[in-house]
């Protein structure tokens, strides 16, 4: 059974009478890979900051393995934070920005060439030792970043948007990165993203959050095909939502036609969201689709194509690698298990 490492309790806290989280509860398990995901101003960084330390609750508890660590300063807690901008000591070179923290501890000299060298080995940054961090790309800056904060050997690291400032594809190269770094620490990681690709391709758990509460929190891919509302199924991933009937169990009505679904538990006629992702639509031929339309634009995208299909006034979003003309009629057809029925308009 995993273990809860920190237990966020009933907390409360305000900036200017405004309450940034309210009665906000949180269980983060030892060894996970955490991504606390929301727009900016929902909560998440201050959420990380009072794990950190750096803010403190004006309600609630705050717990880490079992203990209460509410009055404990940043230094006191066996927790590290590595912030979208590195902060990193511009005289010093790569080996003395990491060892910073080992000296200051009076740690012996042989102990800290060690250490330091197997992190920066972790890092794959073992051959920049004496390279000043001034003439480091970006991300080897952030990998600096983070040596500096794991050679402590935390029990858990929080990373603010530690790859906002990076470029595309180094971005997507850090990320792969940093999931493997968590692996082989084998330490807690506690990641504030307000990116959807971020948080799918690294998390174990992702918290989607919105004005102070959790609206979902689960594996990547259940939030993906199972969300809970409106606003988890638009911010994570693309998706068509169409207003819609649920007429009785396993049976659904939305753009005046009735599918089979794999959803039950509602009343007879309640009124429902529909969500079916992009990926799911399939080209049918028109004579054999209970969904007819015209293909009203199309954009090439690289790995498929988005196409966007006019039917009866409603506009469906589909990805496919199958090319289709501007203008041409068009069947559609979806698989039961691909209809995601959610309670209308909760938020």
Known sequence: MKKILISLKH?????DD?????DFNLDIYENEFVTLLGPSGCGKTTCLRLIGGFETPEEGIIEFDGKTINDLEPNQREINTC????ALFPHLNVFDNVAFGLKIKKIAKPIIKTRVEATLKLVKLDDFS?????????????????ARAIINKPKVLLL????????????????YELKEMQRELGITFVYVTHDQEE?????????????????????PEDIYNEPKNRFVANFIGESNIFEGVMREDFLVSFCDREFECVDRGFDS???VDVVIRPEDFDFVPPS???????VDSLIFKGVHYEINVIVDDHEYTIHTTKFRDVGQKVGLAVTPDNIHVMKRHQS
């Open 160 to 175: 603010d948007e530690p790859l906002g400032a990076l470029d595309l594809k180094l971005r997507q190269e850090m990320q």
């Open 288 to 294: 054999k689709a209970k969904i007819t339309g015209v």
């Open 11 to 15: 907390i409360s806290k305000s900036f």
């Open 18 to 22: 405004v309450k940034v989280l309210d």
């Open 269 to 271: 006629n309640e009124l």
């Open 83 to 86: 912030f979208q901008k590195y």
């Open 199 to 219: 948080a799918l391709t690294m998390s174990d758990t992702i918290v989607i959050m919105n004005e102070g509460k959790i609206l979902q929190l689960g594996k």
């Open 130 to 146: 004496n390279r000043s961090v001034s003439t480091l790309s970006g991300g080897q800056q952030q990998r600096v970043a983070i």
